[in-house]
């Protein structure tokens, strides 16, 4: 006799009697308890948390992704393991994982949970099992993995509205295992079963390492639902529980997090569940986001209206950060930033930013905003990309001058950017629809958080400019792609300054402005005569940059270099620069400027600021500070993005603002004092 069951699409034959005592010990030893059907109250009810718990004022009422709570009905028993699948019994499946044992310092002994597994290695491990016993293992549904761990409680934790000290593990942001801010120190055992267990009889469901669940992320329904197996496809697996080097709030029984089903490292590991999958047909995918919607897919042929090429345009500033006061999650209105623009073959305009509380927070995430061909405003902000609690640093856009959008991002793996790993993903539609992301730097560490400057080389390869530190000076890596995209490899050198913008010359070297590395108290620029791999450094003209501020290079369809940056030293002590104005006289400016050069970076001989030259007026800079725009002043501070469209018009935008000008407007003498009076 025997029962037909299917995992992941395929029909698997169960030969084995299934187990029927209380707890089950299976052939490698592994404990798994019965779960008995039930009833419980899924998400987070509203009761604020203590403060303690939440860390942060703006999760004193949970995460937005777990709401609304909802009753779910478990009808079937199921098994689940005591503890997390430790390094011993995963390696009776792969032997070869144990090279990865004491990776980064972690998990070296037997009886420590497995880490270093992505969500396709767990369920595999599940099968291999199951063919191994003749009985259906695999991965518990979110709705099981909450179930148990709530073990008939509705508190914050199993053991009540705080979590004893005994679960915490390097409770807080890691920056691990960044050397400039980590160290061993932050390194825990990972040994499993060393913490009280809940009313169950399950260990470590509150910390030690994460665990993968079967779900698709998706949000919740607020409908009762009975045996829900998630969403029918996603971009992210549920993981739940949290783990060693996270903040208490992650550790709640409601806490939802996920990951990219490729990805791995030392906070995810996975327990297994002894039972049929629920045959439930599982919700469908979240409907598309604004910006997704009614977008026009054919390229234009002639725009009416259009900037004359030979006559001076200047356009701006144009807000495009658009975010619900009160919003909390996926939004925040609180600090949104580090943007990267795009101009879509179809003539409309993305651009992706990032939005938190803070920035090193587990809640960053990237919204978007459209702006349409022929629209004269920016649509509000729509989510765009946002791995469940994880702080998703440092996007970029590019296109490829043919069809295809590329969005780079980093993805830590919980708080900071101290250990990123980086992400592609494609769109051949104008954005509408994306690729499934891929790890094209798959190791977390340094050297991998994208810069806003990528480009393709001479000889065909896109360049990637990427940070190759997490403070505020120590340089900036280039990563190279010879095959479109498909492969990276890091060319080796450091340009001097974080947050570089990168060009070829004519020549085929690679020229780089950064922000810190300062030479002579002059910005740092770097020659590369070999693709990145050593540089040379000297002393630019222009003043440096410092903190909430980055700058943006770029080789004009025309065929000058053009440069954005600020006056220095800093948005709030500014010095000025001096301009030459249309009547031959210099005076003094400050703020954000642009400069062109016509000799491949030797010298800038039209330098002016980015404004519209008019009266003073207040307008918004970054997280909705005012600056007075005008004559002799422009945007003090902001991460700059910058592209040119195909009419020719170059797009800028800072951290909230969008200005759009052509190489005339750039060539064209600022006006003189006498045309609007002392300033």
Same mark, same amino acid.
């Given at each position: ?17 299934? %187990?029927?005592?209380? =707890? ?29 718990? +939440? ?13 609304? &709570? ?60 199951? $063919? ?14 909450? @179930? ?30 960044? &050397? ?27 910390? !030690? ?11 919740? $329904? ?24 996270? =903040?208490?709030? @992650? ?26 999958? %629920? ?9 598309? $986001? ?88 920016? =649509? ?131 020229? +780089? ?120 002043? &422009? ?26 000008? !052509? ?17």
């Amino acid at each position: 006799m025997f029962d037909i069951g299917f995992f992941r699409g395929h029909i698997l034959l169960y030969t084995a009697k299934p %187990p029927s005592a209380l =707890e089950h010990i299976n052939s490698i030893g592994m404990r798994l308890r019965c779960i008995e059907p039930g009833t419980f109250r899924m998400g987070f009810e509203g009761e604020p948390l203590p403060e303690d718990v +939440a860390g942060k004022p703006h999760r004193l009422n949970g995460d937005f992704d777990e709401k609304p &709570a909802h009753s779910v009905t478990i009808t079937e028993p199921f098994y689940i393991g005591i503890c997390e699948v430790t390094n011993a019994q995963y390696e009776q499946f792969d032997p070869g994982h144990r090279k990865l044992r004491g990776a980064l310092g972690f998990s070296r002994e037997d009886d420590e949970a497995v880490v270093f597994v992505d969500w396709h290695d767990a369920t595999r491990f599940c099968e291999w099992l199951s $063919e191994r016993e003749g009985l259906p293992y695999r991965l518990p549904t979110e709705a099981e993995w909450e @179930y148990a761990c709530r073990a008939g409680t509705s508190t914050l934790f199993h053991t009540g509205a705080e979590l004893p000290d005994v679960f915490h593990k390097n409770a807080g942001q890691s920056w691990y295992p960044d &050397a400039a801010r980590g160290g061993p120190s932050e390194i825990s055992s990972l040994k499993v079963g060393q913490t009280p267990s809940n009313p169950w009889g399950l260990y470590d469901m509150h910390g !030690n390492v994460e665990e993968w669940c079967y779900d698709w992320y998706g949000p919740y $329904e607020a409908d009762d639902q009975t045996d829900p197996v998630g969403r029918a496809d996603g971009d992210f697996k549920v993981t739940r529980g949290g783990s060693h080097s996270t =903040e208490l709030f @992650y550790l709640r029984s409601a806490n939802r997090m996920g990951m990219l089903p490729e990805d791995k490292h030392w906070l995810v590991g996975f327990r297994v569940v002894l039972g049929e999958l %629920p045959q439930t047909e599982p919700l469908p995918v979240s409907p598309p $986001e604004r910006y997704q919607r009614d977008v026009r897919q054919e390229r234009p042929t002639v725009i009416a209206g259009k900037p004359d090429p030979d006559r001076p345009y200047f356009k701006g500033p144009r807000q495009y950060v658009k975010v619900p006061e009160g919003s909390n999650g996926p939004m925040f209105p609180h600090h949104n930033h580090d943007p990267a623009l795009v101009a879509c073959p179809n003539g409309d305009l993305l651009a992706i930013w990032y939005t938190c509380v803070e920035e090193r927070g587990r809640e960053l995430g990237l919204l978007v905003s459209r702006l349409r061909r022929g629209e004269e405003e920016w =649509e509000p902000a729509s989510v765009f990309w946002n791995t469940p609690d994880r702080n998703n640093h440092a996007p970029a856009f590019w296109f490829d001058g043919k069809d295809t959008l590329y969005h780079f991002c980093g993805l830590s793996v919980a708080a900071t950017w101290g250990n990123l790993a980086t992400t592609l993903r494609t769109s051949k539609d104008n954005g509408v629809t994306w690729s499934r992301a891929r790890l094209i730097i798959p190791e977390h560490g340094t050297r991998h958080m994208p810069v806003e400057s990528v480009f393709r080389a001479q000889d065909g390869s896109i360049v990637l400019p990427c940070d190759a530190v997490t403070g505020g000076r120590g340089g900036t890596a280039i990563w190279i792609s010879r095959d479109e995209g498909e492969t990276w490899e890091d060319a080796g050198g450091t340009i001097a300054g974080i947050h570089a913008g990168v060009v070829q010359l004519k020549d085929g070297r690679l020229m +780089a402005f950064g922000r810190g590395d300062n030479i002579d108290d002059r910005m740092p620029r770097s020659i590369s005569e070999d693709m990145g791999k050593t540089w040379t450094y000297s002393a630019t003209p222009f003043p440096p940059i410092s903190g909430g501020q980055r700058l943006v290079l770029l080789r004009l369809r025309e065929g000058p270099i053009f440069l954005a940056s600020f006056t220095g030293p800093n948005r709030r002590d500014p010095e000025p620069i001096w301009i030459t104005d249309a009547s031959g006289t210099e005076r003094p400016v400050t703020g954000l400027f642009g400069a062109i050069s016509f000799d491949e970076g030797e010298t800038w001989p039209h330098i002016r600021l980015i404004s519209d030259d008019g009266p003073g007026r207040q307008v918004e800079t970054m997280d909705g500070h005012l600056f007075t725009m005008g004559f002799s002043n &422009a945007e003090p501070g902001g991460y700059m993005s910058v592209c040119q469209d195909a009419e020719g018009t170059v797009h800028l935008i800072s951290s909230r603002q969008h200005y759009a000008f !052509n190489l005339a407007w750039l060539k064209m003498p600022p006006p003189a004092s006498a045309t609007h009076g002392d300033p």
